[in-house]
């Protein structure tokens, strides 16, 4: 797919993919609220795709992969062994992941935020990436619905 083909020409190799992958719309784009969005210039091309990616892979557990992609204070903060533990807490709290939707993407001061909605079995739940302009992670969050 030429998108996940560019995506990997800059940040490397692909990350690899669970059997259970995100399947949401990898355009990236999404309208909020019917209107079409204004994308300022240094809006992070190709962030839903981009979110998709860290969010299968810290499925999977390749932290490692994930925490190359940090900015400073996210490996400061949240080195490989203390990231290993997160997913397996999150889902002993609330439930195996059973899918997930369309990125949503947006702009917040230098950052873009991307927001996906992830189904757990024990409900809804909003998965949200967020990259500083140079596309480094700069926030990794599982969130409750509308925060």
Not at 54 to 69: F, K, N, P, Q, Y
Request: proline letters at 9%; one cysteine or more.
């Amino acid at each position: 797919m030429a998108v996940r083909a560019s995506v990997h020409e800059h940040f490397g190799a692909p990350l690899s993919q669970p059997d259970h992958a995100c399947q949401g719309n990898l355009d990236g784009h999404r309208s909020i609220r019917g209107q079409e969005p204004r994308w300022p210039e240094n809006l992070l091309p190709d962030a839903g795709t981009r979110a998709l990616e860290v969010l299968m892979a810290w499925m999977s557990g390749h932290d490692d992969e994930l925490v190359a992609r940090f900015d400073d204070t996210m490996r400061a903060q949240l080195p490989p062994e203390k990231l290993a533990r997160t997913w397996p807490r999150l889902t002993g709290l609330v439930g195996a992941y059973e899918s997930c939707g369309d990125p949503v993407v947006r702009p917040f001061g230098e950052h873009t935020v991307v927001n996906v909605p992830i189904e757990f079995e024990g409900g809804p739940m909003t998965g949200r990436v967020v990259f500083d302009t140079s596309g480094r992670i700069a926030g990794l969050f599982v969130l409750k619905p509308g925060v």
